[in-house]
């Protein structure tokens, strides 16, 4: 059965590469639309341990990321948009799995297809970081994280090296969609003048450019160090946090959470050597990438 709302734009990925401020800031524009859940992985197959991810959105409610397999449910995400407003969905999970390109080009041949890609080493890193603080990865280093089983479960997804492997991820929007309906944006450029890289995707997406575009401060996923992880760990099991939930809203959650678990100390940064070996692996990839893309990411990462 087809959707109801036909998107018109994706934001695919990559993970930890920004997508969370760019939903953000796209969000204030008010020709478009995005739903109050950020990452609605409906056109992925993508798992996770987390229940809550599978529970059904509240309407009014907003959410990070949520697993979303009903038509019927995705299509509600939706209910609120006007028919002027450009929709869209940003959930990153749709670069990393090979099959949701097609997926995107059968549900809408003419979507616009935004990728934002980070220095592959950079990405691999924040990721480790993000799954050791959210308690997803127990690997007291990166190195140690590199080494251990993969787990393939995209809520829990440790292959950090596999995902920043992204020339084969790219290839397959460049093999069905048409080039000019896809927009690279680098990291590194536009985080250091987002008003400008706000321009480019209005006009990539026929938005309007003229009225002065006002840029303010948005929320990132920027992680933050914290303290008792070992503790945090227990406290976040399905059956404990359930049990949590019924008697705490999650805004004093948050703000336990906060008071309890939050470090002020800066987060460790990957060390010289092993940056270097690592960057040896990602050579040859990052001359394919540029050879697709026509974009100099040989330069950009050195």
Request: hydrophobic residues 35%.
């Amino acid at each position: 059965m087809e959707l109801n709302n036909k998107i018109d734009f994706f934001l695919v990925g990559a993970a930890r590469c920004g997508t969370t401020s760019l939903y953000n800031y796209l969000n204030n524009c008010v020709d478009i639309f995005l739903p109050k859940v950020k990452e609605p992985n409906y056109f992925s197959e993508v798992d996770s341990p987390k229940s809550e991810d599978f529970e059904q959105p509240k309407l009014d409610e907003t959410y990070h990321s949520k697993i979303i397999n009903s038509k019927e449910i995705y299509d509600s995400l939706y209910q609120n948009a006007n028919d002027n407003q450009l929709k869209g969905d940003t959930s990153p999970s749709y670069l990393w799995d090979k099959n949701t390109a097609k997926k995107l080009f059968n549900h809408n041949p003419k979507a616009k297809i935004i990728i934002s890609l980070r220095h592959p080493i950079d990405r691999a890193y924040s990721h480790y970081i993000m799954n050791y603080y959210t308690g997803v990865d127990k690997s007291k280093t990166f190195i140690e994280a590199l080494n251990s089983k993969k787990n393939e479960m995209w809520g829990s997804c440790n292959q950090y090296k596999e995902m920043s492997r992204y020339f084969e991820q790219v290839k397959e929007y460049y093999t069905v969609f048409p080039k000019d309906q896809i927009k690279i944006i680098v990291y590194e450029d536009w985080t250091k003048n987002i008003q400008n890289e706000i321009i480019e995707i209005f006009k990539f997406l026929n938005l309007n450019t003229n009225d002065e575009i006002e840029i303010n401060q948005v929320n990132s996923n920027k992680i933050k160090p914290l303290k008792k992880v070992a503790l945090l760990n227990i406290l976040r099991q399905n059956k404990i946090k359930s049990m949590i939930k019924k008697v705490l809203n999650q805004d004093r959650v948050d703000t336990l959470k906060s008071f309890f678990f939050n470090d002020d100390k800066e987060i460790e940064k990957l060390d010289s050597i092993s940056r270097d070996e690592l960057s040896q692996e990602f050579k040859k990839e990052i001359k394919m990438l540029s050879d697709l893309t026509q974009i100099d990411f040989i330069t950009k990462w050195n």
